[in-house]
């Protein structure tokens, strides 16, 4: 399968082009190979009349492409100027000597962002200061193409206002910005031209002015695609299990919903869209105001106190938070529920390799023997793994964040049909996803975010309008209101 | 693509060994070997009370090796265990000299022995609960915080003796525990306290719930947490039970020689880290095996001690730890490499 295929189009130069379309639509697979990091096996790119042909980061910024990534490679010890200069300092013999290149770069920075003093130590900056910092570095260091991949993930609305006025201010520099968004409103204010990409293919590239409306560009990322559909189960609800009022933190504002038993829901929204944060206060690891409920009583501060009360989580990254990889899968499946495979302190290996044999068939872990290390196992059976955990602490209500990021499609279905039957039997599940196929394929209830905010529920069934979802979890409920 | 899932036939039944048992196994068959090695060389070596004493002889460090392997399994360090022995062994002392003695070094607190030697463990104790205080609780790094205490303990036990030792001045039944001999043979009762801690130990490790709680910790904190365990707790415990081993060697030591000196156990914290990384246990935690720190420490011996029948002079006895030390630790990665490849 390709990732990205036979793509051809062009980016004007001095221009802010925009890159959409949905998770594994191919635009980072795109980015890794202008970068440097992926080398495609057939086409070329040219960059201002001279092939481009990189082979690593480095090459590439050589080539004038630099990129602005999600996470920050700024040293918050260092002062601005330092970290401008970071990794270009001119030494003889080990010793710093001064050169012109301070003076450079702080002009470049007047051009871009008067406000920052170059003398100010980096962890007094916002994160958006920090970003324009990146910013500045790459076009002190001769850029002519920039990428910014969601740089506004993590910015709130004044900051984005500033970066958008530093980005307006390298276009007018001549540096040509690649701008890769979730939020179409950002692309409608800032970019001069937008190509939607959709399932590794090019679909279009249109200037701005030429698209019509958000349901226009929405359009042509969705196009027909075939979701699996969804079957309502024939199961009859049982009562509220969990009630949620007004929940905020410094992501969530707002937040209430309900959780009924047997039923599954999902929570639909982008990155940085607070279904993580929900999750966790359910679960009692993140701090909250408001109010849960779990079978009429508040739920516990600790994730301890929370899978005593019946609640289990399947958290986002299975290998630094799920899994204890130097151990193995009998080792790995009873942490959650220690008191059922001991007497008295003392283990019952009978009763912990009875249990995990169990769940090696029930979910299908490919593996030679439950006495191999986890860390050996594949994505898909790591996660299985993770979920066994789960299972086997009996919870009523059972959290899944990205249950199935990374995992194979056979791996998935696996996946959804344990979701389903363990909703058959009453258990609640909640899962947390970016991705529309899977909630639209299990959940029998949806829950739309957008910034931290429930903007919609809606029921699943035939008539579900895919295009207005992607309206709401981009923010077009707030855009029409302007 | 296609969708395959394969549904192993025999799952279950060819249970490998796992990486833990292979390298203790290694472990094991490299202090055989060793011991072999050097019996070649050195005359009189391969004898049967010769393999006793490699044991006996270590019976203190291979005692604090069983705190500091549970720690560094948990992914912490206890670098604070040699001055735990001087610290208690010290106390101990100090407590039961009567009160009449003729200068401030021959006076001490006149308790009973036996209220003595508990108050000193007491006082070892309270130097693992400030590990766990400060690791635990302010979440400073282990090895910055017992460097600490090791310096407090071993710095209380100086100005207790003055810089020197206490010896006067105390009631005979003083060194009854240290030089106790069992069953009408040589062995010394701390050995067979040695052997029972071990025994014990392992048990813990491979059948208990706290054994398992300890790699669980070690293996991935964050996930730990997530899975509901109460990590804070359990290395609180894992502290004080270091602790607590540390002050018994102390007191049986002091007891043994009827004296408290506040420069024994020296360099023992590092000889303890040295026998459990020798025996496999992952410095990252998660990882390892009491039975593997063991023979650890008989690699050690064995080398030490070959040294001395060479009539090497005692200056050579770094050196040549240091070159069992990189030589095991070389050979055990690169088997778990090969094996895991």
């Known amino acids: 399968m390709r990732a990205v295929d036979n793509v051809s189009f062009e980016i004007e130069s001095g221009a802010i082009h925009c890159l959409v379309g949905e998770n594994g639509a191919g635009k980072s697979t795109l980015v890794k190979m202008l970068t440097g990091v992926l080398q495609p096996t057939s086409g070329t790119m040219t960059v201002r009349g001279i092939s481009h042909t990189p082979k690593s980061t480095q090459q590439a910024r050589e080539g004038g492409i630099a990129t602005l990534f999600q996470e920050l490679h700024v040293v918050d010890e260092l002062t601005v100027l330092e970290n401008l200069t970071l990794g270009l300092e001119k030494s003889w013999f080990g010793f710093q000597v001064k050169s012109d290149l301070d003076e450079l770069v702080v002009k470049t920075l007047a051009v871009i962002e008067p406000s920052i003093d170059p003398s100010a130590r980096v962890s007094t900056l916002s994160v958006a200061q920090k970003q324009i910092l990146e910013i500045t570095r790459a076009a002190s260091s001769g850029a002519s193409v920039i990428i910014m991949d969601?740089?506004?993930?993590?910015?709130?609305?004044?900051?984005?206002?500033?970066?958008?006025?530093?980005?307006?201010?390298?276009?007018?520099?001549?540096?040509?910005?690649?701008?890769?968004?979730?939020?179409?409103?950002?692309?409608?204010?800032?970019?001069?031209?937008?190509?939607?990409?959709?399932?590794?293919?090019?679909?279009?590239?249109?200037?701005?002015?030429?698209?019509?409306?958000?349901?226009?560009?929405?359009?042509?990322?969705?196009?027909?695609?075939?979701?699996?559909?969804?079957?309502?189960?024939?199961?009859?609800?049982?009562?509220?299990?969990?009630?949620?009022?007004?929940?905020?933190?410094?992501?969530?504002?707002?937040?209430?919903?309900?959780?009924?038993?047997?039923?599954?829901?999902?929570?639909?929204?982008?990155?940085?869209?607070?279904?993580?944060?929900?999750?966790?206060?359910?679960?009692?690891?993140?701090?909250?105001?408001?109010?849960?409920?779990?079978k009429g009583k508040e739920v516990g501060t600790s994730p301890k106190k929370a899978i005593e009360s019946g609640i289990a989580l399947v958290p986002e990254e299975r290998r630094t938070q799920g899994l204890f990889t130097s151990l193995t899968i009998r080792e790995n499946i009873p942490v959650m529920n220690v008191g059922k495979v001991s007497q008295n302190g003392v283990l019952q290996e009978a009763v912990e390799i009875e249990a995990a044999q169990k769940y090696v068939k029930q979910l299908g872990i490919a593996t030679s023997s439950i006495e191999k290390h986890t860390e050996k196992l594949s994505g898909g059976n790591q996660q299985k793994v993770v979920l066994a955990k789960c299972l086997f602490a009996e919870s009523e209500l059972v959290l899944l964040d990205e249950p199935t990021r990374g995992v194979d499609v056979g791996a998935k279905t696996e996946i959804y049909d344990v979701m389903r039957s363990l909703a058959d039997k009453g258990t609640s599940v909640a899962v947390f996803s970016t991705e529309l196929e899977e909630v639209l394929g299990i959940c029998d209830r949806v829950f739309l975010l957008y910034g931290g905010s429930l903007e919609e529920e809606i029921q699943n069934g035939k008539d579900v309008d895919i295009a207005h979802i992607m309206n709401v979890v981009t923010g077009g409920v707030e855009h029409a209101a302007q | 693509m296609s969708i395959s899932v394969k549904k192993d036939k025999s799952t279950q039944e060819d249970i490998k060994m796992s990486n833990e048992n292979f390298i203790t196994l290694l472990v094991v068959c490299?202090?055989?070997?060793?011991?072999?090695?050097?019996?070649?060389?050195?005359?009189?070596?391969?004898?049967?009370?010769?393999?006793?004493?490699?044991?006996?002889?270590?019976?203190?460090v291979i005692s604090l090796g069983v705190g500091v392997t549970f720690l560094l399994v948990s992914g912490n360090f206890d670098l604070s265990v040699g001055g735990i022995v001087a610290l208690s062994g010290v106390l101990a002392v100090w407590f039961a000299q009567s009160i009449d003695g003729a200068n401030a070094l021959s006076s001490g607190g006149g308790l009973p022995t036996y209220l003595a030697m508990l108050f000193a463990l007491a006082g070892a104790m309270a130097i693992g609960g400030l590990n766990a205080l400060f690791v635990v609780r302010?979440?400073?790094?282990?090895?910055?915080?017992?460097?600490?205490?090791?310096?407090?303990?071993?710095?209380?036990?100086?100005?207790?003796?003055?810089?020197?030792?206490?010896?006067?001045?105390?009631?005979?039944?003083?060194?009854?525990?240290?030089?106790?001999?069992?069953?009408?043979?040589?062995?010394?009762?701390?050995?067979?306290?040695?052997?029972?801690?071990?025994?014990?130990?392992?048990?813990?490790?491979?059948?208990?719930?706290?054994?398992?709680?300890?790699?669980?910790?070690?293996?991935?904190?964050?996930?730990?947490?997530?899975?509901?365990?109460?990590?804070?707790?359990?290395?609180?415990?894992?502290?004080?039970?270091?602790?607590?081993?540390?002050?018994?060697?102390?007191?049986?030591?002091?007891?043994?020689?009827?004296?408290?000196?506040?420069?024994?156990?020296?360099?023992?914290?590092?000889?303890?880290?040295?026998?459990?990384?020798?025996?496999?246990?992952?410095?990252?935690?998660?990882?390892?095996?009491?039975?593997?720190?063991?023979?650890?420490?008989?690699?050690?011996?064995?080398v030490t001690s070959a040294a001395t029948g060479l009539v090497l002079s005692p200056d050579w006895q770094f050196i040549l730890k240091a070159i069992a030390v990189f030589l095991a630790i070389t050979t055990q990665t690169w088997a778990l490499a090969r094996r895991n490849r």
């Open chain 1, 150 to 294: 969601e740089p506004t993930a993590a910015l709130s609305e004044r900051e984005v206002a500033r970066l958008f006025t530093v980005i307006r201010r390298l276009k007018s520099a001549d540096v040509t910005v690649i701008y890769i968004s979730h939020k179409l409103d950002e692309i409608f204010e800032l970019g001069d031209a937008v190509t939607v990409f959709r399932d590794g293919k090019h679909i279009a590239t249109k200037p701005i002015s030429q698209i019509s409306d958000r349901a226009n560009l929405i359009e042509m990322m969705i196009g027909r695609t075939v979701f699996q559909q969804y079957v309502p189960r024939q199961i009859a609800l049982g009562e509220v299990i969990l009630t949620a009022s007004s929940l905020s933190n410094s992501i969530l504002n707002d937040v209430s919903f309900d959780i009924k038993a047997g039923e599954i829901v999902g929570f639909y929204g982008l990155v940085g869209a607070g279904k993580t944060e929900i999750a966790r206060s359910i679960f009692g690891a993140d701090k909250y105001t408001g109010s849960i409920q779990f």
């Open chain 2, 30 to 60: 490299v202090a055989i070997g060793v011991f072999l090695f050097a019996s070649l060389l050195v005359p009189n070596f391969f004898q049967f009370q010769n393999m006793v004493n490699l044991v006996t002889n270590n019976w203190a």
């Open chain 2, 138 to 302: 302010l979440k400073i790094p282990s090895i910055i915080v017992t460097l600490g205490t090791m310096m407090v303990a071993r710095g209380i036990a100086q100005v207790i003796t003055h810089g020197s030792q206490r010896n006067t001045n105390l009631p005979d039944d003083f060194g009854l525990l240290g030089n106790l001999t069992l069953f009408g043979t040589t062995i010394k009762l701390p050995v067979v306290l040695m052997l029972s801690l071990v025994l014990v130990a392992v048990f813990l490790e491979r059948k208990t719930v706290f054994g398992r709680l300890t790699y669980w910790i070690g293996s991935n904190p964050v996930a730990s947490k997530l899975s509901g365990i109460d990590s804070s707790r359990h290395q609180t415990y894992l502290y004080l039970f270091s602790a607590a081993i540390a002050g018994v060697v102390g007191i049986l030591l002091a007891s043994e020689f009827k004296s408290g000196f506040s420069n024994r156990g020296m360099l023992m914290e590092f000889d303890a880290l040295v026998i459990a990384l020798l025996g496999g246990i992952a410095i990252a935690g998660g990882f390892g095996s009491v039975i593997g720190m063991f023979f650890g420490a008989i690699i050690l011996a064995v």
